[in-house]
């Protein structure tokens, strides 16, 4: 009896305490009623209709600017054509952004739209203590289950496909309305094909069931072969090398390949234990040089395409090439340089002969020689931008300008490119020889220096055989952009968005060869690609 009177007590002690605790809803309710509504007053300052959906879920973020508070309101996933916002409602410490939608059904498109408002004088003094609320006057945002993160990982995975570059996306509706991610990689590597691994692939993905709805993948490039390019001539012949390792003898062979671009044929010309370091066709085509190093220096050997039986050329001294460019009529000049002089000999084809120009006490890194003029690049410290000279007799230099890469454009200009430090640009720069002279109708006919592309990452350039110049541009997304600009219209032309800057134009057949590292090989097995411009755009 005792211990159910005891039972009893105890539980009308508890339902007694429990109707004293307050309940946390009420609690709350009676906390939002002690607030008044206080409407803010904010400046629009501008509206965007964002397609990037790299965030689609709606959010406020807090900016400050020169003691200005600022928001930046992401109003989420919508077909808006415009928007407006109502108020701005400020209760306790909730702000309620009110907004609502413009819809035109003509021009129905997903969008994020943005907005940057700046709050004028209130009470928002804490403004970390408050909570931002986006309320919808008259539609709610869409919503999707896969975001381009997941859409784009799951597509790589899907295809195999291996790149460094964002591909072009967007959100459409399909026809049974559904909203799909269209999405299009172009210039990228297929890892399943590598005798054609470059592709650009289309895809469709419903971005509710993350399923793949459609595809295509179109190849754009043909393997060549394996190897590093180190000539080219414009009207397609390729000088390349090829390393082939032994591992068992952890032994090295280098081999020296010349393809041509009318027969379709690649033919060895050339093999040695030792490295080669450079190649380079004549001007006529009809030789190669090449320069070999060896444990006991570096040697010449000359290669007529005729034949194809390369012999080297003896110097009375211990004379050790390095640097070799061939002129317009046939000869051959070469460079041996240190820190503190250069060693300049010439060699001429026809008779087999070599001679000495001389001893410069200048460290010549280039030269390029048009006619009996010749063009120098001295070191210039560990500058990235080198003197650059000019000289008819090897005794007089006349200064063109600071930079690397010169090139005569034609008799009277010559071009260069210059790094900007600060802004780690490379210009193109025309430098006009005779200020008397009118060549090509370039700016510098009338100044002695005309920069191009002051604002662009210029990595490298060539002359075409019509004049007209093509180089390579980096971009900031590390992309390049092959471009042709025409010295006559002073104009630019964009050929190529490519996923390498070792580019070379056939201009005639509108073919670009690329000369790429593969990145999803173990290896890194470098290799020579022509891609056809019709199929890359």
Known sequence: MKRNLLIIITVFIALFFFG??????????????????????????????????????????????????????????????????????????????????IYDKKLPRLVVPQVIMEIKKSQLKKVEDLKFNIVYDDYEPLKIKYGINDVLNKIQSHFKISTKNSPNFNLIRAEDNTIVWDISYNNIFDKDNPETPLVNLYAKVNANTGDIINSEKVSISSSLDNGHILNYVNDGHILYKKSLSNKDTNETIEQL???????????????????????????????????????????????????????????????????????????????????????????????????????????????????NTFLITEKNQDMANKIISLTNDWKEFKLIGYGFNPKFVDKNIISYLHKDEKKDTNSLVFYNNDKNAKSSNLKCDNNLNYEAFSNEKILNYSLLPKGDIIYVRKNANNNFTLCEYSISNIKTETIANLIGDKAYYNEEKKLIYLNIVLPFDNEKTEMIYSIDLNKLN
């Not at 904010?42 to 003691?67: A, D, G, R």
């Not at 220096?297 to 034949?307: C, F, K």
């Not at 090439?321 to 300049?344: C, V």
């Open 20 to 101: 004293c605790v307050p309940n946390k809803k009420d609690s709350l309710l009676t906390d939002d009623a002690r607030f008044e509504e206080e409407e803010i007053k904010y400046e629009i300052e501008q509206i965007l209709f964002s397609k990037s959906f790299q965030s689609i879920e709606p959010s406020v973020e807090i900016m400050t600017n020169n003691n200005k508070l600022k928001i930046l309101a992401s109003l989420g996933l919508s077909e808006c054509s415009g928007i407006n916002i109502n108020s701005i409602i400020k209760k306790g410490s909730e702000v309620n952004i009110h907004v609502s939608g």
């Open 257 to 371: 390949w010349v393809y041509d671009d009318a027969s379709n044929e690649k033919i060895m010309l050339y093999s040695s234990n030792f490295k080669i370091s450079s190649a380079q066709f004549s001007t006529n085509l009809n030789y190669v040089s090449l320069i070999e190093v060896s444990d006991s220096g570096t040697g010449l050997y000359i290669i007529p395409l005729e034949d194809k039986r390369a012999y080297k050329i003896s110097f009375e001294d211990k004379f050790s090439p390095q640097i070799m460019k061939w002129d317009n009529k046939g000869i051959l000049y070469l460079i041996e340089n240190d820190d503190h002089k250069s060693i300049i000999y010439s060699y001429n084809v026809k008779n087999n002969k070599t001679n000495i120009i001389g001893v410069l006490n200048k460290n010549i890194e280039n030269i390029v020689a048009m006619d």
